[in-house]
Each structure stands twice: as C-alpha cells, then as structure tokens.
C-alpha cells in the first residue's frame, strides 16, 4: 500500500475489525443470558477446553512481547523488556494487582533503558 | 425497595466495585496508548471501547491491526479471548431468567470480567438485592471508567516520546491477569505452553502465532487434566 493511501485504508479497516468484533463479542455475552430456560448450562465438553483459555491466551498475548529469540542465549535474555517482565511477574504474583504491576514493569524497563543499559 | 433506579441496590453495587477502579483505569489508559500506537484515531479508540468494551481482546486487536495483520486473523483473535464470557453469561443468566427481553439484552452488553466476579459473588450472599439494580451498579460505573480511562489514555499516547515505551504496558495487563488464571496444574501448563509456543511461532505468516500459541496451550491444558485425573 502506498503511504498516502495507507492513512486512508487504515480507518475503515479499523471500522470493519471493530464492528466485526463487537456483533461477536455481544453474542458471546447474550448467549445463555437470552436461551436460558431453553438451554441449562455449558455443555460439558465445551467446558472443559474453556477452562484452559484464559492462561493459554494471556501467555501466548504476553510473552512474546517480552522475549524475541535472539541468535545467542545471552542476546534472548539480556533484554530489557524480559528483565522488567520477570519483576513484574513476581509482582503480580505476590500482590495479584494490576497498577502495582505496571508500575513496577514499566519502572523496571525505564531503568535498564535509560541507565543500565544507556 | 425505594422507587428510583438510584437506590440502595444500585449504589452497593456502585461501592462494591470502586476499588476494581485501580485495576480498571490503567488498563482503560493502556487501551487508549495502544489505540494511537496502532495507528487510530480518538473516534477509533472510542468506538471500540464502546462496541467492543471487552479490554484483553481490544488490546490484542489493535497490536494485530498496528502490524497490517489480515482482518481474519484480527477477529478470530479477538473472539477466542472473549470465548471466556460464554462462561459467565452461561452461570449469571439464572439470575436474570425473570427479566425481560430486553432488559437481559442490556444487561448482556455490559458483562465483563469484573461484573460478573463481583454480582455472582453478592446474589449468593445477599439474596435479596435486586438483581438487576446491583449488577447494573457495578456493570455500568466499569463502562464508564473505561470510556474515560480510554479518551485519556489517547491524549496521553499521543503526547508522550516513543522512546519511554508506554505500549509496554500492554503485555504488563497481560500479565497481571495471567499469573492469578494459572491457579493449578493444568492451567499453569496451559500458560507455560501457551506462552513457549507462541515465542517459537512469532514468525508465523498472517500473525498466527497468538492463535497457535493458545490453541496449543489449550490442548495442553487438556491433556494435563486428563494425566492428572
């Protein structure tokens, strides 16, 4: 695409994902809520496998933000982004909070960025 | 029950959730500075807020949308985050079975994370507040904070150098949703494979390596379970 044009397809392309999304996302919320009294619950075997989204989604979200495998063991974890993963990681594990998290991860990656590795 | 909308249940459900606010509002922020770095617009970045209004998926979006990922990948991607919320709709719909039709569409649409945690939590304990007041209470007041948190996440995004790395935040949400889903065995394998497999397919064509990745930690999960059992 050339860069004039690329300004211009960008909106309706965000339009089109965004509307897309919604009608999808609304379905998946009204589902039970509208069919209850004709449907009783999740069925079972679709029950079991949505148990496991939530941690599979979020780590396949979250770690290749923080790790880009580089060509030598010392370049994949010399890497700011995964030193200021790993801290907020044992944050989130000991408080379990959100802002405590990104406060520290972004402390962390501001740190190494601008003194350690500057 | 008084006679407003504005009563004792809507507010309980008002106060019950104003400390999730501290966890709500920078992740709404981190969605605005990933509205802009994705390349979208005030109008964009709201819009999605309001019609999506769903944050984990809204933020794995727009990082597809900002690499030119194909609107298939995009949408699939979204949809499988937000598959979770068939489990909520499904445990809080007996709760709203004497509502009527359009009052449930409502309520449906501001289901989230936080509001289905917190009104399930309460119509145990406390059965006799209006169902629908509370939830709507808590549900609504998250809306709105979102909204905000959005617009001023946009302006800041806009405003603050590259080179501080804001949208780093994005993975930190991430994360701290991600350590309290791994409560077990199978869901820790779920995670670790998950997150293993993704990194090894950041160099899938068509940005399927989030897709491959949570599928393959769905499966996973699945066979852990059933070695475990």
């Known amino acids: 695409m050339s860069s004039g044009l690329g300004a211009l397809a960008a909106s309706p392309r965000a339009w089109v994902a965004i509307a897309v999304i919604g009608v999808i996302t609304y379905g998946i919320r009204l589902s039970f809520i509208h069919l209850f009294g004709r449907i009783d619950g999740v069925p079972t075997r679709l029950q079991r496998p949505l148990r496991y989204v939530p941690p599979a989604v979020l780590a396949a979200l979250v770690l290749p933000d923080l790790v880009t495998l580089g060509p030598s063991v010392t370049a994949t974890f010399l890497d700011e982004r995964l030193i200021a993963g790993a801290v907020a990681g044992a944050v989130a594990w000991r408080t379990e909070n959100v802002f405590a998290t990104i406060a520290t991860g972004m402390g962390t990656l501001w740190v190494f960025r601008f003194v350690v590795f500057a | ?229």
Request: aromatic share 8%.
């Open chain 2, 1 to 229: 029950m008084g006679g407003g909308v504005f009563d004792e249940d809507l507010l309980a459900g008002v106060r019950d959730v104003s400390p999730l606010m501290l966890g709500v509002a920078p992740f709404a922020l981190v969605a605005g500075i990933a509205a802009v770095d994705a390349g979208l617009g005030l109008a964009e970045a709201v819009g999605m807020s309001v019609i999506v209004f769903a944050g984990a998926s809204q933020l794995a979006a727009l990082e597809l949308l900002g690499e030119n990922a194909p609107l298939a990948v995009v949408v699939g991607t979204a949809a499988v985050i937000n598959l979770r919320m068939l489990m909520y709709s499904a445990s809080i719909a007996p709760h709203f079975a004497d509502y009527g039709r359009r009052l449930r569409a409502g309520l449906a649409y501001l289901l989230t994370d936080q509001a289905y945690a917190l009104s399930v939590a309460e119509f145990d304990e406390n059965p006799d507040r209006s169902r629908w007041r509370y939830y709507l209470g808590a549900a609504a007041s998250l809306w709105i904070v979102w909204q905000i948190g959005t617009v001023v996440g946009v302006v800041l995004g806009a405003g603050v150098p590259d080179a501080w790395g804001l949208t780093f935040a994005v993975p930190l949400v991430f994360l701290a949703l991600l350590v309290p889903a791994m409560k077990d065995r199978p869901t820790t394998v779920a995670g670790v494979a998950g997150g293993a497999v993704a990194v090894v397919a950041a160099g899938l064509p068509l940005n399927l390596g989030l897709l491959v990745g949570a599928l393959c930690g769905v499966a996973a999960g699945l066979v852990t379970e059933v070695r475990v059992s």
